[in-house]
């Protein structure tokens, strides 16, 4: 009995998630003859009055409108209905509990890129922790999470460099479509490395990263940016 629940969960989830994928798209697709918050804002107020504030649905909803109001120039309200969306969606688990992991680093890499270091590295910090209960500690996406703390301008060098290390360790080990993620890591790494003055390590790194993109095969990466900031 628990199951056929489940299955019918999933399910359930999965039906929501393409509803609010193909309302994303015909969102997008109005954006030159009317405006995508405003349109976004009628998806949210429609989905609420349907199943509650709380349901996922709603969630993913709110989690659209926020990466419109965040990329369309309104940061503040678009961090609020950000962070709104992913507390709703933190605890589940499977793809809604990553859903809020990618919210989560959302949210970072604008604090960050607005100089709120601390409240960045918080959501860094958590998207992470998410990542590893919901894949495990050597996840590609939990060396995507090391390398946004490093990131952060008051990452100490030795700090950064110890993050960079554990992220290019989980991505030796990663299938090839996670070559750019890897490149980017190894890039990193020789920059913090040529801060640090260790110049043969740093070349190797640098060279490794810029021989990763030479044979990148230009597919788009697993876990490439949606977004131009990332």
Do not use: N
């Not at 409240?119 to 390398?147: C, H, K, N, W, Y």
């Amino acid at each position: 009995m628990i199951a056929v629940a489940a299955r019918a969960w999933d399910m359930h989830v999965h039906r929501g998630m393409a509803t609010m994928t193909a309302l994303a798209e015909a969102t997008v697709a109005e954006r030159a003859g009317s405006d995508a918050a405003a349109c976004a804002r009628l998806i949210v107020h429609d989905v609420e009055h349907r199943v509650g504030a709380w349901h996922p649905d709603a969630a993913l909803a709110r989690a659209m409108l926020g990466e419109i109001l965040l990329f369309g120039g309104d940061a503040d309200e678009g961090l609020e209905q950000l962070h709104s969306a992913e507390l709703r969606l933190r605890d589940r688990r499977g793809s809604l509990s990553l859903r809020a992991a990618d919210l989560l680093d959302l949210e970072g890499l604008s604090l960050r890129d607005r100089g709120r270091l601390p409240e960045a590295g918080q959501a860094f910090r958590e998207a992470m922790a998410i990542r590893r209960r919901e894949l495990g500690d050597d996840d590609p996406a939990v060396a995507l999470s090391l390398e946004h703390l490093a990131s952060l301008q008051d990452t100490p060098a030795d700090t950064a460099e110890v993050l960079l290390r554990h992220a290019a360790s989980i991505l030796d080990h990663a299938p090839d479509d996670y070559a750019e993620l890897t490149a980017r890591v190894f890039h990193d790494l020789g920059s913090v490395l040529l801060s640090e003055g260790k110049y043969v390590e740093a070349r190797a790194a640098l060279a490794h990263a810029a021989a990763l993109r030479a044979s990148d095969d230009g597919e788009r990466d697993r876990l490439a940016p949606v977004f131009p900031s990332w």
